[in-house]
């Protein structure tokens, strides 16, 4: 049922048209410093399945919860649970102060647009991926439509086209299985304003599953750093990317794109802010 969507049908249940036109955006109450999140992770697909993206999630989400978020926590989910889950959270996303979502995966790169990858996913042709999976563009694009606040999106995902299995060797010479089935075809993702939109790898780069442990390499980095009292978030991102870059011996090198206008942490430092 699921793959005779169409890409039009698709994209109004992920971004929501019908519910998000009868509740237009609205700022968050004065003073509201509420936080929701979304928090996803698929591993079981049919084809290449990952070992960590639900326990990177379910950890993610804890994780989260101890900061103060109001999460909404969902593991291998098919498409029409994708949708919904992404639909629900733009209708709410307006009433919140910090809106995120983290994301562990199969992420593709379709001509220049990137994709959520459902664990039901089953495309015989390019084409065919857009109708099977969820559009990060269009949700970033509705989320940036809110005019207070902030938005965070983890893209812990390769982002190419993972309907073939692959590994690389790690610099300790061991095969680590990646995300995705060549290293190549990352699209960029520009941040709007109000935004930070982090991604485990850089463009062309490959976002590794973790061969060992019960973590990707990248949310291992994320949760290490992420309840660090003060920390802003920038400082955050550029401690993941070190740590993963040394981890990994450079083969993989997360990225960020930032447009963002007001400083932020996920924890306040001993004197209720950010920084020192």
């Keep these: 049922m699921a793959t005779l969507l169409t890409r039009r049908m698709l994209l109004q249940c992920t971004m929501g048209a019908t519910a998000l ?5 609205m700022s968050a109450p004065a003073g509201a410093e509420s936080r929701i999140a979304l928090v996803i992770g698929n591993g079981a697909y049919r084809a290449a399945p990952l070992k960590n993206p639900a326990g990177d999630a379910a950890a993610v989400a804890e994780s989260l919860r101890g900061l103060g978020y109001e999460v909404t926590l969902r593991q291998n989910t098919r498409l029409p649970e994708l949708i919904e889950s992404l639909r629900e959270f733009s209708v709410r996303a307006p009433k919140a102060g910090v809106r995120m979502l983290f994301y562990a995966g199969h992420g593709v790169q379709v001509k220049g647009r990137n994709y959520l990858v459902p664990v039901d996913a089953d495309p015989q042709t390019e084409e065919e991926i857009p109708r099977q999976s969820a559009d990060v563009g269009e949700f970033v694009d509705r ?5 207070t606040g902030i938005n965070i999106v983890v893209l812990d995902a390769c982002r190419v086209n993972p309907f073939a299995a692959g590994v ?8 680590l299985k990646f995300r995705g089935a060549t290293p190549g075809g990352l699209a960029t993702l520009d941040a709007p304003v109000g935004t930070l939109v982090a991604f485990s790898t850089a463009p062309n780069g490959v976002a590794l599953d973790g061969a060992s442990g019960k973590h990707s390499v990248y949310a291992q980095h994320l949760l290490a750093n992420m309840a660090t009292p003060g920390l802003q978030i920038e400082q955050l991102f550029k401690r993941v990317r070190i740590g993963v870059a040394e981890a990994t011996g450079r083969v993989q090198v997360p990225w960020e794109s930032s447009s963002l206008t007001a400083d932020f942490c996920f924890k306040s430092n001993d004197k209720g802010r950010c920084g020192s």
């Design 21 to 25: 036109r009868l509740a237009p955006a």
């Design 143 to 147: 989320l940036s439509a809110i005019r």
């Design 168 to 175: 690389i060797v790690g610099p300790d010479g061991r095969r």
